[in-house]
């Protein structure tokens, strides 16, 4: 019996201006995919399908790991994403997506 794990890819992909996850016109996302699979290999397989499947493409792969609670920490916005989004991933098989986009990176920066 293969064990399923969460995978958390950190990444940045473009965004075609069709894509459903562009509502504010936006060039790129800089996100975390939480991806059910066997395997590291799986994971990416399974990313790159669900990106091409909302019209998006990887730019850069930053980490792709296996998530663990034992060794993560949950004090941050992010973390605390992770842990509610890698229960659900387990349970239902389907990839949790969050991120932020170029045109909301550039308004936080400017908020600065």
């Known amino acids: 019996m293969e064990i399923i794990s969460a995978w958390l890819i950190d990444h940045k992909a473009s965004l075609d201006e069709l894509s459903p996850m562009n509502d504010d ?11 059910p699979a066997t395997s590291m290999q799986e994971a990416l397989a399974l990313f790159e399908r ?16 296996q998530f663990d609670p034992v060794n993560f920490d949950a004090t941050s916005e992010k973390g605390q994403q992770v842990m509610r989004a890698a229960p659900g991933v387990l349970e239902d098989q389907k990839i949790r997506y969050f991120g932020n986009s170029s045109e909301v990176m550039d308004c936080e920066a400017s908020d600065d």
């Open 50 to 65: 669900y990106l091409e499947e909302q019209k998006m493409g990887l730019l850069e792969l930053s980490k792709c790991e």
């Open 25 to 35: 016109g936006s060039e790129y996302m800089i996100g975390t995919a939480v991806v």
